[in-house]
Structure formats: structure tokens, C-alpha cells
Nanobody, 124 residues
Framework: QVQLVESGGGSVQAGGSLRLSCAAP????????MGWFRQAPGQKREFVAA????????YYVDSVKGRFTISRDNAKKTVYLQMNSLKPEDTAVYYC?????????????????WGQGTQVTVSS
């Protein structure tokens, strides 16, 4: 069984920063793309960012480019989402996920494994 463990959510004022973490204890994701998605109440789950674990290539939705950075720590088997210049519209539950190589990285259907989600709230 694959479990992704998320942490780092919380409440922050607009313009502030948070760093989300997603750990995968007990297994490797070296052959996977790791992604972050978010879902606000009444909204569909939305792609945010992804990283190719092996080579480090990154992908972002346009709305977060220049503000969010996805990265990974191979030794800690952890993926991070550094979120800067946060806006109220970034408020959502954020999920990490893992997709095998070869699938469309921006599609929720590409991802086989999901974390439990962590709440991010940005006040104006």
C-alpha cells in the first residue's frame, strides 16, 4: 500500500508564504511524476504543479507561475511546494499525488496515489 503524508498547511495573510511537504515513507517514487493539486469548496480539483522525480523537470499552472516552486529531496523522499506571495484565491485543500511516467502530468486521472490533503487558508 502506498501512502503519501502531507503537512505544512495553515492560515496566512495575503502576501505571505507557506511550504507544503509530501513524504512517501516506505517506498520510492523515482519512476513517478509527483504532483500537487488543490480543491476549493464547490470547485473541481485543479492541477497546481508537478515534478519529474528522476530528472527534476517541473510544470506549473499559469496562475501560480513565479509564485510557487515545486522541488524534491531525494534523501528524505519528500516533495515540497513552496508557496510565496499567496493570494486569497489560493485558499483550498492541497493534495499531493504520484503518477507513473508517460501519463499527462496535468490530469487528475493520471495520478494513482493521493495524500489526505492539507488546508491552506489565505486571508485578505
Amino acid at each position: 500500500q502506498v501512502q503519501l503524508v502531507e503537512s505544512g498547511g495553515g492560515s496566512v495573510q495575503a502576501g505571505g508564504s507557506l511550504r507544503l511537504s509530501c513524504a512517501a515513507p516506505g517506498r520510492t517514487f523515482s519512476s513517478y511524476v509527483m504532483g500537487w493539486f488543490r480543491q476549493a469548496p464547490g470547485q473541481k480539483r485543479e492541477f497546481v504543479a508537478a515534478i519529474n522525480w528522476s530528472i527534476g523537470s517541473t510544470y506549473y499552472v499559469d496562475s501560480v507561475k513565479g509564485r510557487f516552486t515545486i522541488s524534491r529531496d531525494n534523501a528524505k523522499k519528500t516533495v515540497y511546494l513552496q508557496m510565496n506571495s499567496l493570494k486569497p484565491e489560493d485558499t483550498a485543500v492541497y493534495y499531493c499525488a504520484a503518477a507513473p511516467y508517460g501519463r499527462m502530468w496535468g490530469s487528475v486521472r493520471s495520478y494513482d496515489y493521493w495524500g489526505q490533503g492539507t488546508q491552506v487558508t489565505v486571508s485578505s
